[in-house]
């Protein structure tokens, strides 16, 4: 039997969309500091210390090295963690393993991105192999514009609903002290005037690059309570790994059905006996990097029946004051540094079990939690958080 | 001497700026499986994948493991169909970057998703512009490149065309 693992501390820096006053260390420390300050721990007191980044964004190889000191590895065991945009999840993992495994009593994850450094579309480039589907790739955006397609046509959704879901978060993100969008949009229509990017995506139907990190705290059982009285657990993690260009070759490349969705959550929910996701789930931070892909998680999750998404969005389920929140903090269509991103929902879906969340906070009580992240090759990684185990 | 802090803000740091001029030379092997696809497609074009021995699978890509059996796939090359149907497409409204080159491009050709008469998907453009004649469910079929312009594998397929059946 692992040991149980809780989260003790949890700190994040306010997202921007540049970060000209600091460098990309300095941008780190201060969410380790945050996270720190949060546990009432000092740096000396964490025994290791695992970080994430999406390789190269930054322009540069190995940014945990240069970022030791202010990371806090220096003198530690640890290393960064990349598994392109789950990175931030899977740092998570590696964490909870680490600290489940009786390691280490203590440990940091860190997860950061800086995007301002300029060239993340650059860094893309060098992620596939340029011997396959050379040119007949647009990058995340044209995948998810095909997906947004998809999903009108075989859901009956329409833009209206795609908007009110950008307007639910930016609702979020406008109650978020560190979002980074927050725009104040006063009704769908103004989503609807928005351009379009690549049809039928929208600019506001699309997530920003942030610059920002997120800190978070894992304690073994037997000292988490005596960091804090009330620390939120870990209950579970599950990784579903898939292969980017295998279109065609055991289910549909589409991005209607997410097969390593469909077996990360099935796998997830039967060993912790979730039977009606909806209700036994209080709330959800998913990574959505558009508006589509929002109403498409729901269904993949099985919050809602097969092309009921949008059903959850005309009734306001998922609204902050809803039955089932789903990103009260504005997710990651408002708030996007990719290396951070996954580690963020972590820690929104902890702060509201922990009742911190702050101007978004629900107000529901919030005992168990869902926070999924996905990356460009179709992984999945979901984290399942609780109150009390 | 020392100066009392100025009561003013100090101006925020700079951004410095580098520039990366070198050319970049990066060679990828095609290897043993995709390279057949790549020899196929210049010298033929064709299409081809390998289907897996053990779950008789076509693999596409082609490789040398197939993932559900976890198994040697084997080289039972099969050529894949010239026809399809669309079943995504999106377009470029706002020119992006090209995520292999790095430089801006405003392609006018849609990008979809088709699924080959033989139930393989491909990502591919299409050569239709016209946003009002495109939709899912649309036929359509390869259209290769001239002699010398092949050997970039599926890239040697310049567009897909719509057809009537």
Redesign the interface.
């Known amino acids: 039997m692992p040991n149980r693992v809780a989260i003790v501390g949890i700190g994040q820096t306010r997202h921007r969309s540049t970060r ?2 600091v460098t990309l260390q300095e941008m780190i420390n201060e969410a380790v500091r945050a996270a720190l300050a949060d546990a009432d721990l000092r740096m000396k007191d964490i025994e290791a210390v695992f970080s994430s980044s999406m390789e190269t964004f930054e ?1 540069i190889y190995l940014p945990d090295h240069v970022g030791a000191v202010e990371i806090g590895t220096y003198m530690k065991p640890g290393f960064k963690v990349g598994t392109g945009g789950t990175s931030g999840a899977s740092v998570v993992v590696e964490g909870f393993h680490m600290v489940s495994a009786g390691l280490y009593d203590l440990a940091m994850v860190v997860g950061f991105e800086k995007q301002d450094c300029g ?1 993340t ?2 860094a ?2 060098a992620a ?12 995340a ?2 995948e998810f ?3 947004a ?2 999903y009108m ?1 075989t859901s009956g959704a329409r833009e209206e609903h795609a908007a009110q879901v950008r307007l639910k978060a930016d609702r979020g993100a406008c109650l978020n002290e560190y979002a980074h969008l927050k725009l104040g949009l006063k009704s769908a229509e103004e989503v609807l005037k928005s ?7 929208r ?1 506001l139907d699309f997530c920003p690059q942030s610059s920002g990190a997120c800190a978070l705290i894992f304690a073994s059982q037997q000292r988490a309570r005596k960091v804090r009285s009330k620390p939120v657990w870990i209950a579970d993690v599950e990784v579903v790994h898939q ?1 980017p ?6 289910g549909d ?2 991005g209607r059905e997410t097969y390593s969705q469909h077996v990360a959550c099935e796998r997830l929910y039967k060993r912790n006996g979730i039977t009606h996701p909806r209700r036994e789930i209080d709330l959800a931070e998913l990574y959505e990097p558009s508006n589509w892909e929002e109403m498409n998680l729901y269904e993949h999750f099985h919050f809602c029946e097969k092309n009921e998404g949008w059903k959850m969005v005309e009734e306001g389920v998922t609204e902050i004051e809803g039955d089932l929140p789903v990103n009260p903090s504005g997710g990651v269509i408002a708030t996007n540094p990719i290396g951070a991103t996954p580690t963020i929902r972590v820690a929104e879906a902890a702060l509201q079990i922990r009742g911190d969340a702050g101007g978004h906070q629900v107000p529901k009580e919030v005992n168990t939690a869902l926070a999924s992240a996905l990356g460009g090759p179709n992984w999945t990684v979901l984290t399942l958080l609780k109150r009390s185990v | 001497m020392t100066q009392k802090p100025s009561a003013k803000k100090s101006k925020e740091p700079e951004y410095i700026t580098v520039n990366f001029n070198l050319p970049r030379r990066y060679r990828w092997s095609t290897g043993k499986y995709i390279g057949r696809t790549y020899q196929e497609a210049k010298e033929h074009k064709k299409l081809v994948a390998n289907r897996c021995r053990h779950c008789r699978e076509v693999l596409w890509p082609p490789m040398e493991v197939c993932g559900r059996c976890k198994l040697e796939a084997g080289e039972d090359w099969v050529e894949l169909s010239q026809r399809g149907t669309v079943k995504q497409y999106t377009y470029l409204v706002y020119p992006l970057w090209d995520p292999h080159y790095g430089e801006k491009f405003a392609n006018p050709h849609p990008n979809a998703m088709i699924l080959l008469d033989d139930g393989v998907y491909i990502r591919h453009f299409l050569e239709e512009t016209d946003p009002k004649k495109l939709q899912v469910g649309m036929r359509v079929e390869a259209v290769w490149k001239e002699d010398a312009e092949r050997g970039e594998g599926t890239a040697d397929i310049k567009y897909y065309r719509t057809i009537r059946a």
């Open positions: 000209r006053d322009g060239e579309t650059a893309i480039t596939t192999t340029p011997i396959w589907g050379k040119g007949a790739v647009t990058g955006i044209g514009a095909k997906q397609l998809s046509e351009d379009y990017l690549v049809w039928p995506l600019f292969e260009f295998w279109a065609g070759t055991f490349p589409t």
